[in-house]
């Protein structure tokens, strides 16, 4: 992994657009528009709040707003032409598609496109053939190149440093949302964009709620502390969760970390090229089964991570996803005992020909506070 303070690589966006123009002329597309923000970003490099790419034969186009003049200015890619709408992004649009020969057929993401926008597209080209593709920018940004392997491991390394701070600084009688800010201000002055996601902190029997929501709960002697957070370089992601005692782990508590340790283990021995993501899945479920906590563990193995928190390849018993070469996906299995509490294990990895490599190196033992 690159050091903190030593510069990244740059992103190579140019090899990105060829590859999804190529993919376009497979599936005998004219052309792509996107209004997802981390998929502008992954191929413009664009990262405001109000944008619409296009991408057509050798054309690419972005349009956004005044707001975004400058911004834009200095974050998009040179092949890419910035437009400014003065009057709104699908006036715009109507202007731009007058110049398209023909009856083209262009792809848009319908999870992204809201029923009315697609109203206003076909109205700002009617011309145009909308074709609603599921997955076709989020299948390239699957597999991380060496740029964005490099950003998404210096995520990895802030959020491991802040949690080492933040660990250091908790004592009985802080709330869950003190831990919270603790550990952001030390996550934002490490040199995280923000945190990646709402963070998790959950103590006592609120550590068995997997999304609990920081609250004014108290962090107590013999209490389970979980935090599940992460930090953004760049807009890549990191996610990461461990979960410590407050004082001597109790016998029940040491026997639930252990059976959650051998099942990260399990799924994290099971993540290669090639392997199904339903097996890495099946292997962290049947440890945990045959230590008797089965029907505890109910989400899913892990997600693909990037730009977003949570993106393809899904890690879960129902997916369909075969890893590849370049994935980064989390293995974090959790057991979660109503009353009592919970304990999730989570470490970000990096899929590679023959394995797989945790870019998060945080010690998982069970730490005593």
Not at 16 to 41: A, F, I, N, Q
Not at 164 to 171: C, D, S, Y
Not at 341 to 366: H, I, K, N, S
Request: hydrophobic share 45%; glycine share 10%; proline share 5%.
């Amino acid at each position: 992994m690159i050091e903190t303070g030593t510069p990244l690589p740059p992103l190579a966006r140019g090899d990105r657009l060829t590859r999804l123009r190529g993919r376009l002329e497979e599936l005998g597309l004219d052309g792509l528009l996107t209004v997802h923000g981390p998929s502008l970003r992954y191929l413009s490099g664009f990262s405001g709040s109000s944008g619409l790419l296009v991408v057509r034969g050798d054309d690419g186009v972005l349009l956004t707003d005044s707001r975004y003049e400058v911004q834009a200015a200095d974050e998009v890619d040179p092949t890419i032409e910035v437009r400014i709408a003065g009057d709104g992004l699908f006036d715009a649009l109507s202007e731009l598609a007058r110049d398209w020969p023909g009856s083209p057929r262009f792809a848009f993401e319908p999870a992204h496109v809201s029923v009315r926008e697609k109203a206003r597209l076909e109205q700002a080209a009617p011309g145009v053939d909308w074709t609603a593709l599921e997955g076709l920018v989020e299948s390239l940004r699957a597999r991380k190149d060496a740029a964005e392997i490099a950003r998404m491991g210096r995520a990895a390394a802030l959020a491991c440093d802040a949690l080492e701070e933040t660990l250091g600084r908790v004592e009985e009688g802080i709330s869950e949302a003190e831990i919270t800010a603790e550990l952001e201000y030390r996550l934002r002055r490490a040199g995280s964009d923000g945190p990646a996601f709402e963070s998790i902190v959950a103590v006592g029997p609120r550590s068995a709620l997997p999304h609990a929501r920081p609250s004014a709960r108290t962090l107590r002697e013999g209490d389970l502390l979980l935090l599940d957070f992460g930090a953004v370089v760049d807009g890549y992601r990191s996610d990461i969760t461990r979960t410590v005692v407050a004082g001597a782990a109790a016998a029940w508590q040491r026997a639930v970390h252990r059976a959650v340790l051998v099942a990260h283990d399990a799924a994290v021995a099971a993540v290669a090229a090639g392997a199904p993501a339903a097996d890495v899945d099946a292997a962290a479920r049947e440890s945990l089964t045959e230590a008797g906590y089965g029907e505890h563990f109910g989400h899913s193995t892990g997600h693909g991570l990037g730009l977003e928190v949570h993106e393809e390849p899904a890690v879960s018993r129902r997916s369909e996803a075969i890893l590849q070469a370049g994935n980064v996906v989390t293995i974090e299995p959790g057991v979660y005992l109503p009353g009592r509490g919970g304990v999730r294990l989570e470490d970000d990895v990096w899929v590679e020909e023959a394995g797989a490599r945790a870019l998060t190196d945080f010690p998982l033992d069970l730490r005593e506070l």
